[in-house]
């Protein structure tokens, strides 16, 4: 089960207040520095306050998933009735998602400059409890600075809690000073907090998240806009640290689905998924904090046994077209099934066929996100206590794969990580099955037994024409995490057709490989040949983890990306509305948010972000 410490805390202090007695003067729902923080539950209190931030809807608890996770060539908002937002690129500095994206980033970095100065206030709580505190008060400042200096460029740095409601007038830092600041305080914080398996879950700031986050940081610092080349190496180092740690030992999931089914669940794997922002509950509950991770991206369905998705989130054809034959993590990422309506219970399918026609790839929703293996019953229709994954160790892996071919080229090193990746999601099971030799005298399709495979067994059924056996297909995978029912495999299994009346059919069976899923060489040719292979390896297996218009921008392909995505709509789904969400582009304008109207008002020294 999830390890829900810091979101209890939270509500646990907000709500302290109701208890006291009528006309009390102290507050006892805000730590103030004059009286705190004197026990190490305080400190506790405190923390959880910061992590709140990362939850609220503001951020990763809705906000985000609109403003981070639909602003790329993965997919699009679908809801053509909602006119304006920045998901369309149409929006305003008033729109209220980006104001209040901005404002809950401020308000988990006042959180944690106040706890950073109030940490140390009795020497007598253990220096250990003072240390990992400040930490993690240290890397969250630093991350949601981080969150904004991607987003808006250029924003006032605040390292002191704010002491006056007049004090508003802060002039913007630069992108290198946001940067730099963000380096040092996350540099710090790596010495001070706790390996992952002392917590044991990834919902806490760990120093597995912390050089994982700061490999992220300096590829970005190494990107669009500062394009400071020195970062690559700072990558490479930062993610040494997480690649020999042995006591962490962290390894990629040997299943892609798995990934998804154990967040679902609300399992941890911290092996994989390094850092997580934390949800709870249903709403039955005295104390919860849901979001819409599974809700707001995941598969349409009405059906609340499943677990209601309002499927605001479509894929576009471009993510459909990107898989191979063999790569597993399309049938994850893109469900070939449809989910049955209420009264049908939770999970229950119909299966569809592969899509052949274009303009039927945009009218989909994507299947990374699945309601139906949510554990607590019953399930929240319009919210959802699915975790929302920050850093996977598999985006490490790739990190570190695209720096080093930035420095030296695609080197076997840098191949094999990304080659790593690429096997962990391909199929080891039947590749195709070959009919050779149709027998004679079948009345009826004989009964098709394929040899057990390593754990999974392949199935299939034979078609009979003129008493001839003409063909084996693969059963399709009725629980919607394969195409087929394929089996594992690391020999061809021997296939063996019975019954049907006839005699002398055979057939023999061909299964993928491991080298399948190797990059081609084609790809390998040149630095720019493989950075523009990551660039798509990062679209087939990080789509909707909130990344991606992040990663577009700082390659410098988010104008050209968004273009080529219009002109692409435009033969595809002519007239469509959503073509236009595209074609909206505007450079400089949209390689940043606006500074929001509330803080234009308010902050006489902050200057508007070009195009605005």
Not at 599 to 604: A, F, I, P, Q
Request: with cysteine; proline share 4%.
């Amino acid at each position: 089960m999830k390890i829900k410490y810091f979101i209890l805390l939270s509500f646990i202090i907000i709500s302290a207040a109701s208890c006291n007695k009528f006309l009390d003067t102290k507050p006892k729902d805000a730590l103030f520095p004059a009286g705190y923080y004197k026990t190490e539950q305080e400190l506790d209190y405190a923390l959880a306050a910061v992590y709140s931030s990362l939850g609220a809807d503001a951020i990763y608890g809705n906000n985000a998933l609109y403003l981070l996770g639909w602003s790329g060539d993965e997919g699009f908002m679908n809801r053509s009735s909602i006119a304006t937002g920045a998901f369309r690129l149409n929006h305003t500095p008033g729109d209220q998602y980006v104001t209040a994206f901005w404002r809950e980033c401020y308000n988990g970095i006042n959180r944690a400059n106040a706890l950073l100065e109030g940490v140390n206030n009795n020497p007598a709580i253990p220096e250990a409890k003072r240390n990992t505190v400040k930490g993690e008060a240290l890397f969250l400042r630093a991350y949601f600075h981080f969150l904004l200096v991607q987003n808006f460029g250029g924003v006032p740095l605040k390292l002191a809690s704010s002491k006056s409601a007049i004090a508003v007038h802060i002039p913007k830092n630069t992108v290198k000073e946001v940067y730099d600041q963000i380096v040092k305080d996350m540099t710090e914080a790596e010495a001070l907090v706790g390996d992952i398996t002392s917590y044991g879950f990834g919902g806490r700031v760990s120093k597995s998240a912390v050089r994982g986050i700061l490999m992220r940081v300096n590829l970005y610092m190494a990107g669009f806009p500062l394009k400071d080349a020195s970062r690559y190496q700072e990558v490479i180092n930062w993610g040494k640290k997480i690649m020999e740690d042995g006591l962490a030992a962290h390894r990629l999931n040997p299943s892609y689905s798995n990934i998804f089914i154990t967040l679902a669940s609300e399992k941890y794997d911290i092996k994989e998924s390094i850092w997580e922002v934390e949800f709870i509950g249903n709403g039955t509950e005295a104390y919860a904090e849901t979001g819409r991770n599974g809700w707001i991206n995941g598969i349409a369905t009405p059906n609340t046994n499943t677990g209601r998705s309002d499927g605001y989130m479509t894929y576009t054809a471009k993510l459909y077209n990107s898989y191979e034959t063999g790569d597993l993590r399309k049938p994850w990422c893109i469900p070939f099934f449809n989910y049955a309506a209420l009264p049908a219970a939770n999970g229950v399918k119909t299966l569809i066929a592969e899509i052949p026609l274009e303009s039927t790839k945009y009218s989909r929703t994507p299947g990374k996100f699945r309601r139906e293996y949510e554990t607590l019953i019953p399930k929240s229709a319009t919210r959802s206590p699915i975790n929302v994954q920050l850093l996977r160790y598999t985006d490490v892996l790739l990190m570190y794969a695209e720096a080093l071919n930035e420095l030296n080229g695609p080197t076997a090193e840098a191949q094999d990580l990304v080659n790593q990746v690429r096997r962990r999601g391909w199929s080891t099971g039947v590749k195709s099955i070959t009919v050779t030799n149709g027998g004679a005298g079948y009345t009826t399709a004989p009964t098709v037994t394929i040899a057990a495979g390593n754990g999974s067994t392949a199935t299939a059924k034979a078609t009979v024409a003129g008493g001839v056996v003409t063909k084996i297909d693969l059963d399709r995978d009725a629980t919607g995490v394969e195409f087929f029912q394929a089996g594992k495999y690391t020999t061809a299994p021997t296939v063996t057709l019975s019954g049907g009346g006839g005699t002398g059919a055979q057939a023999t069976a061909a299964i993928y490989v491991p080298a399948d899923a190797d990059v081609k060489p084609a790809f390998t040719a040149s630095k720019e040949t493989f950075r523009k292979f990551l660039q798509d390896e990062r679209l087939r297996e990080l789509n909707f983890e909130n990344i991606r218009r992040a990663d577009l921008v700082r390659w410098e392909i988010y104008e050209q990306t968004h273009r080529d995505m219009a002109s692409t709509m435009t033969v595809d789904i002519p007239g469509n509305v959503f073509i236009s969400y595209y074609s909206n582009i505007e450079i400089p304008k949209h390689l940043f948010l606006p500074i929001p109207s509330a803080e234009m008002v308010t902050n006489n020294k902050m200057v508007q972000n070009t195009g605005w």
